[in-house]
């Protein structure tokens, strides 16, 4: 009899357990199928986001842009929509944290090398000596594929204009000068991911192996999507 009553004991914590699983794995399947929601300029430490766009709580796009990349192509808006995209704002002779970003980037691009629906934009924020020439030799070393990583630059100002109305990478302290440009663009270690519909999903510490994991995982959610 204390046999049965054992048995049936181990069969009721079994299915206790075996329900407890299923549930956990639910949790984790709805988790992974959520949406990732949009980020907009209101949710946003306001002295990244200019005071004319601080109250946008709901439709942040990315504006219209238009740079050239390292093979002196021109990249803009209409070359990422319908895209995922992956923006970062660095300069060649950074000797800090740009190195350490391009190395984890390269790590981003191995992830998506055959993918087809997304692109990787560097963003110069010191276009008097990045040229294209100066780009390209950089983005050799860097092993960027054509087509799918891009090194931008043009007019600084558009550049910096972007980096503050788009993605809200600049803070206001670090611009002397009163409008978009600044002279001296400190330059951030976020990663921005977008989606094909232009909205940002996320900001990635570009330097932290973590986070650039976190990037790759809902970059890739982004295009099951």
Not at 92 to 104: D, V
Not at 120 to 131: A, C, G, H, K
Request: charged content about 25%; overall charge positive; aromatic content about 12%.
């Amino acid at each position: 009899m204390k046999k049965i009553g054992l048995l049936f004991f181990l069969i009721f914590c079994f299915c206790i357990g075996l329900g407890y699983y299923f549930n956990i794995e639910a949790i984790k399947k709805k988790k992974e199928n959520q949406t990732l929601p949009d980020i907009n300029p209101a949710e946003i430490d306001t002295s990244l986001v200019p005071l004319s766009l601080r109250n946008v709580g709901l439709g942040h796009k990315i504006q219209d842009f238009e740079f050239t990349n390292q093979y002196g192509e021109t990249i803009g808006l209409e070359n990422v929509k319908g895209k995922v995209f992956i923006a970062e704002f660095f300069f060649t002779t950074c000797g800090s944290i740009c190195p350490i970003m391009n190395k984890k980037m390269q790590k981003v691009q191995k992830n998506f090398l055959n993918e087809k629906n997304i692109q990787i934009l560097s963003f110069t924020v010191n276009p008097e000596i990045d040229t294209p020439e100066i780009l390209l030799e950089y983005a050799k070393k860097h092993n960027a594929k054509k087509g799918l990583w891009h090194f931008l630059t043009g007019e600084k100002k558009q550049l910096y204009k972007t980096a503050r109305r788009s993605f809200f990478l600049l803070k206001a302290a670090e611009v002397k000068n009163q409008g978009d440009l600044g002279s001296d663009f400190i330059h951030t270690n976020n990663f921005v991911l977008v989606d094909k519909n232009l909205g940002i999903k996320g900001y990635y510490d570009g330097t932290n192996d973590l986070e650039v994991s976190k990037l790759i995982d809902q970059a890739q959610r982004l295009l099951r999507e």
